[in-house]
């Protein structure tokens, strides 16, 4: 029977509990979110000696933080090519070269913490499901040489064997520098090394309103009320990705949440696992509406995204996600499923990640399916900026796109899949 449960919950250590405390009357820092963003915003702080404090609505990483695919990539959500596009050579550059950065960074945290979260260098894989995306993923390579200098391999579809057991694409390009991460191990080892370094964590306290207050004698511009009481801050750092614009007004229409799906097989014994994903790389493909997989470390084949949809059953979801993987690894046809989940992630409609400071507090949201570096690296970028140490923020100022029509439900979300659909039969 499918668990419809998180495979990484399942295979965590019991998360430490951080409840039941009471709150302090003020805080130099108040962190809101307890995912990627505000662990790693949380750590750098406490590393150097703020006062912080951080409230998250349920427990440590319970959103998208641990319930992702846990592909910690050294990439943008755009190619270098269509980055360029949106925002000229320079700019695209530093993008990109942030998100390079951000992959190191989480390397690093990793290392010095000591958390213990299945983190490997093992590469990614973009997978041309199209003969023309392979023509698209060489130009790509080119241009990802010539502006930002990063080297990357180009596979033809007659070498794709030697990465990946299927005829199923024209081509890849491998991106060496991205990882995997167990991503609920990794999200919950941040928060115990901020708690560590002495930041103030706790769990179950949602954020209901920022008063700002302007300039208060002893400094403390916001007034914040939670479910368990009120707060003062003089920064606050809002991580609170797909929820952001349910204490922003300015990002009410502008941010909204889109939900993906997951499932995993029973692990997989190991001449059949190295046969599908040859060197354990993470991989992701062309399509519009695209697959996201990898094995997770006891080699279970974990696949993602595809055609499913909040709102429909479950059966549906699974049903989707299991053609989506037998139409690559036909072999696994008769792999049991053992677990089914989702979760929710921040996106705008120009797909681009956003941060920088809004009614003066920094923000940090919709890194489009790159959270596991991106998110990192931005929350600790947010934290230098109130540190006044250098702060590398190319996302700084984009302009977030209206969604007029939205209100509670995203229903374009669900239009913009099926649309997507049709590009990947017909486009
Ligand atoms: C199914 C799925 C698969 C994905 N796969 C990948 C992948 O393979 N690689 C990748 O890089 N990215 C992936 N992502 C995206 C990635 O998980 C996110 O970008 C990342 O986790 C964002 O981190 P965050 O801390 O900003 O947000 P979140 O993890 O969503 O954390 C926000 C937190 O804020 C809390 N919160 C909200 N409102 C309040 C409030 N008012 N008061 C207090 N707390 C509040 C929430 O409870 C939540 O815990 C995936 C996402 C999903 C859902």
């Known amino acids: 029977m499918t668990q419809h449960t998180c495979l990484w919950w399942e295979s965590a250590p019991k998360p430490r509990s951080y409840r039941d405390k009471s709150l302090p009357a003020k805080t130099d820092v ?57 925002h000229g050579k320079e ?24 958390i213990e979260c299945d983190f490997i260098r093992c590469g990614s894989i973009e997978a041309a499901a199209k003969p023309a995306h392979f023509e698209r993923l060489k130009r790509e390579q080119e241009v990802l040489k ?54 103030g964590i706790h769990e179950g306290v949602r954020v209901k309103n920022i008063e700002r207050r302007g300039s208060q004698m002893d400094g403390t511009r916001f007034k914040v009320q939670t479910e368990a009481g009120v707060i003062e801050a003089k920064e606050i750092i809002l991580a609170t990705n797909a929820w952001t614009g349910n204490l922003i007004p300015q990002f009410k229409m502008r941010v909204f949440p889109a939900e993906s799906y997951i499932i995993a097989t029973e692990p997989l014994n190991d001449e059949l696992a190295e046969g599908l994903i040859r060197s354990n790389r993470v991989v992701y493909d062309t399509r519009s509406l695209l697959a996201y997989y990898r094995l997770s470390p006891e080699r279970r084949m974990t696949w993602g995204g595809e055609l499913t949809m909040k709102g429909v059953s479950p059966g549906w979801n699974i049903g989707a996600l299991r053609n989506g993987m037998m139409r690559v690894f036909p072999e696994l046809a008769s792999a049991r499923l053992d677990y089914y989940w989702g979760g929710t ?3 705008t409609l120009d797909e681009n990640t956003h941060a920088g400071m809004v009614d003066g507090m920094w923000y940090s949201m919709a890194y489009v399916g790159h959270g596991v570096t991106l998110a990192t690296y931005l929350g600790r970028q947010m934290a230098n900026g109130i540190l006044g140490k250098p702060v590398d923020n190319p996302f700084d100022n984009l302009k977030i796109p209206l969604v007029p029509p939205y209100r509670e439900s995203a229903w374009f979300v669900t239009i913009g899949k099926l649309w997507n659909r049709f590009l990947d039969l017909f486009g």
Not at 41 to 52: D, F, I, R, W
Not at 72 to 85: F, G, Q, R, V
Not at 91 to 114: C, D, Q, S
Request: overall charge negative; glycine content about 12%.
């Open 30 to 86: 108040l962190v809101i979110g307890g995912g990627f963003t505000g662990t790693s915003a949380a750590l750098q702080l406490a590393k150097h000696g703020a006062k912080v404090t951080l409230f998250e609505a349920q427990s440590i990483g319970y959103e998208a933080s641990s319930r992702n695919g846990g592909q910690a990539l050294s990439c943008l959500h755009h190619t270098l090519t269509e980055t360029i596009h949106l």
């Open 146 to 199: 010539e502006t930002a200098g990063f080297d990357t391999l180009l596979v033809g579809k007659e070498k794709v064997r030697e990465e990946l057991g299927t005829d199923a694409y024209h081509g890849l390009l491998v991106n060496p520098r991205s990882g995997s991460v167990q991503p609920a191990k990794f999200v919950r080892g941040m928060a115990e090394a901020a708690e560590r370094a002495g930041a």
């Open 345 to 347: 992630l921040a996106l």
């Open 91 to 114: 700019l695209a550059r530093e993008m990109f070269l942030a998100a390079v950065e951000a992959a190191n960074t989480v390397e690093r945290i990793v290392t010095e913490e000591g």
